[in-house]
């Protein structure tokens, strides 16, 4: 089918409040029938989400999770509007699932693509602009493909642009949405911190062998060196000296 045009999918955001991108997904999903995009999204539960999203959430909770081998840790805040909410076992399961995905995924450094500094973008742009496979093309071709691996690279660093580790059809944005529309309030991922065991840490650099060398203690001793003594200079006698006649 034809592309979903930009009008089709505001006339769609104006009639459910959902998101642009949702609102583009939900009418290739039903090839543009917007009756059917609407029941679409009110299946997924993003159209109550989205009426939502501007109530504060500022209550909700920090959870803590420990990746098997205590070698991955994540800190995450999830907020939502009430404390009621916030002890709720779907919420708490929900912060779990978000840690879990965090500690899965080692290029995420941000919640959202809104949080990624401008500079980032432009650093990779630069990047992008200098590889060798767009030395021929036009300057318009050239910017889209660029303007593309920029896209993909921005979202390889949101958490809420992953794939969720569970349901790999449904992004991390999605499944929030999902528990919007199950607990009836506004949710959002605040930030997290992902803690690697020993990173920064500067190591000392061992050779294998060694290391098995020294815990089963074959190391080899170094022969010592001994030192040759120098043959000590000969004296020379002394010859006699002519005793001086006394006058």
């Known amino acids: 089918m034809a592309g979903i045009s930009a009008k089709l999918v505001k006339e769609l955001r104006d009639k459910t409040s959902a998101g642009m991108m949702d609102c583009k997904k939900a009418l290739q999903e039903t090839d543009g029938d917007m009756e059917k995009a609407s029941e679409w999204l009110r299946q997924k539960g993003i159209t109550s989400a989205g009426k939502k999203e501007s109530r504060v959430a500022s209550e909700g909770l920090v959870h803590s999770y ?18 009621f909410v916030g002890r709720h076992e779907d919420f708490k399961q929900l912060a779990q699932d978000v840690a879990m995905q965090i500690a899965a995924s080692p290029n995420v450094e941000y919640v959202r ?3 990624i500094p401008a500079e980032i973008a432009e650093s990779e742009k630069s990047v992008e602009m200098g590889r060798d496979d767009l030395g021929n093309k036009p300057d318009n071709i050239k910017e889209k493909i660029v ?39 506004n949710i959002q991922i605040r930030r997290f911190s992902r803690f690697i065991l020993g990173e920064g840490i500067e190591k000392e650099e061992v050779s294998f062998a060694e290391e098995v060398a020294a815990q089963t203690g074959q190391q080899e001793k170094k022969p010592e060196v001994k030192e040759e003594k120098q043959p000590e200079a000969k004296k020379q006698d002394k010859k006699p000296g002519k005793k001086k006649k006394k006058k």
């Open 66 to 83: 420990i990746h098997t081998g205590g070698r991955v840790g994540v800190l995450v805040e999830i907020n939502c509007e009430t404390d």
């Open 147 to 185: 303007q593309g691996r920029i896209d993909k690279r921005l979202k390889e660093l949101s958490l809420v642009d992953q794939p969720f580790i569970k349901d790999q059809n449904i992004t991390v944005a999605e499944l929030v949405k999902q528990s919007v529309a199950k607990l009836g309030e």
């Open 113 to 115: 693509i809104e949080d």
